[in-house]
């Protein structure tokens, strides 16, 4: 990384030098620099110094001394979140984990897989390939970290049938705030066990959704799955979201999709458009692409029956509902994950001047109908495209609703309009019970402003409880 010579260097930043070698500290502002944005709304933040770790000890020892002088700590792996969610709040040191990249075990038979933070998605799928295996994969780009999205509450192209990818977490080691290393799951009671959370009390808990401000997660146990040779796609679409909702919640009930989403006209562009595009004349407003995988024909035409029947029962209701033809480039990014085709967050916000936010969310499906046409109104008010897409998971009727909103940050106008629009439409969201993921500090005070006082209560106990001098990503969790 380059830093600064013996006799100028800063008394905090010898110390890091002191832990993780010369060539792994700095307080240049160019590399700072690369360190304080993303594609959100946030506004950029200069952290006070990078580090790059290599180990758990390493990890320890910044830790310990960031504790000791309370020091901020953001741990980091590839930045590719669009919640601002690694954008220093109060400085400090910026921890970056992506040189902690080991696959540490791929167990074919008990089907789970062992890694370290800055393995990525497509590091893992390649090597879980080779052992016709596979992951929920999300539809974001290849080069993200597989541990930080699944302990984030994550998405991929199999929640349908598995659900969140936190859902899929087996074990973890994380080093606490205050440098001591814990282990959760299995793997606390023997080291070579990284099967199951349970039946142990799910301490894992206290690392998922708390987006980072509880501990540094060195070593994560997920499950994998197979994957059944035989693929088939149903596509439909839909003039409107009371429609698509009903022929959802319909071929839900069966549970036979590994993916069930719809997309909005305007997020089926590769790029949204940005500002607001009208939809053509006669274009459908919904369509709906469900993934089915077998391991049979015979399996195969068991879902296609199903399916068939779905949507037979959706047109004697009198429904908009049409089987299409979705186009095999958008097929493609979503079974073919990792994926480069629309899964690079450059392809959604290219035409918006590098600027791409959302109001992300996990909603009541019964909800998804008057929500959307909420955020229409709102987002179309303020020049945007109702980006928007829904999905069920694991078979029950609730899912993510979420909208997926470019904008030209290089202006801070039209960033400050879009930051507006999203935080009103989590508003219409919240008041639905829909809840944010990955949320921006925005988000956090919304959502602190309507949460019952013995949650905030809890919530602040076991932060101070697991980080006494609270330098684990202040501020993220707006208390």
């Known amino acids: 990384m380059g830093t600064a010579t013996a006799k100028k260097m800063d008394p905090v930043l010898a110390e890091l030098v002191s832990i993780v070698g010369a060539e792994n500290a700095t307080n240049a502002k160019h590399i700072r620099y690369a360190y304080s944005y993303d594609l959100s709304f946030v506004e950029p933040k200069l952290p006070d110094y990078v580090v790059m770790v290599h180990n758990v000890e390493q990890i320890q020892g910044v830790l310990r001394f960031a504790n000791r002088e309370k020091i901020p700590v953001v741990p980091y792996t590839a930045g590719t979140n669009i919640g601002g969610l690694c954008i220093p709040e109060r400085g400090g040191i910026l921890m970056d984990l992506k040189r902690m990249n080991k696959i540490i075990e791929i167990d074919p038979e008990s089907l789970v897989a062992v890694i370290e933070p800055g393995v990525s998605h497509a590091q893992l799928a390649a090597a879980l390939y080779e052992h016709n295996l596979r992951f929920g994969w999300p539809v974001g780009p290849p080069s993200a970290s597989v541990a930080s999205c699944a302990i984030s509450h994550g998405i991929g192209g199999m929640n349908a049938r598995y659900g969140l990818q936190s859902q899929e977490i087996t074990s973890m080691e994380v080093v606490l705030p205050t440098g001591e290393l814990v282990r959760v799951g299995s793997c606390a009671i023997n080291p070579d066990a990284w099967h199951s959370v349970l039946p142990l009390p799910q301490m894992d808990g206290l690392f998922k959704g708390w987006l980072g401000t509880t501990g540094v997660v060195t070593k994560l146990g997920i499950n994998v799955h197979h994957i059944p040779p035989v693929l088939k796609i149903f596509t439909v679409s839909c003039d409107t979201v009371e429609d698509m909702y009903s022929y959802m919640l319909n071929l839900s009930n069966y549970e036979i999709c590994d993916d069930l989403t719809a997309v909005s006209w305007w997020l089926s562009q590769v790029p949204i458009p940005y500002p607001y595009k009208p939809m053509p004349a006669g274009a459908s407003e919904w369509f709906s692409y469900a993934t089915t995988y077998s391991f049979t024909e015979k399996e195969r035409e068991a879902r296609v029956e199903i399916w068939e029947k779905v949507v037979a029962e959706e047109k004697a209701k009198g429904t908009s509902i049409q089987v299409t033809h979705y186009p095999e480039e958008a097929l493609a990014a979503r079974t073919k994950l990792p994926s480069q085709i629309v899964g690079s967050t ?45 999905s069920m998971y694991r078979g029950v009727h609730y899912g993510m609703l979420r909208a997926m909103i470019p904008f030209n940050k290089q202006s801070k106008q039209e960033t400050e309009n879009a930051r507006h629009a999203i935080v009103e439409c989590l508003k219409v969201d919240l008041a639905h019970g829909g809840m944010p993921y990955k949320p921006p500090v925005d988000f956090a005070r919304e959502i602190n402003g309507r949460a019952h006082p013995g949650y905030l209560s809890l919530l602040k106990q076991i932060k101070a409880l697991l980080d006494p001098n609270d330098i684990m990503n202040p501020g993220k969790l707006g208390i």
């Open 346 to 390: 450059k392809n959604y916000c290219k035409q918006g001047g590098a600027g791409i936010s959302w109001p992300g969310t996990f909603t009541p499906a019964k909800k998804w109908a008057p929500v959307y046409n909420d955020w229409k109104k709102i987002l179309i008010e303020h020049n945007l495209s109702p980006s928007v897409r829904m």
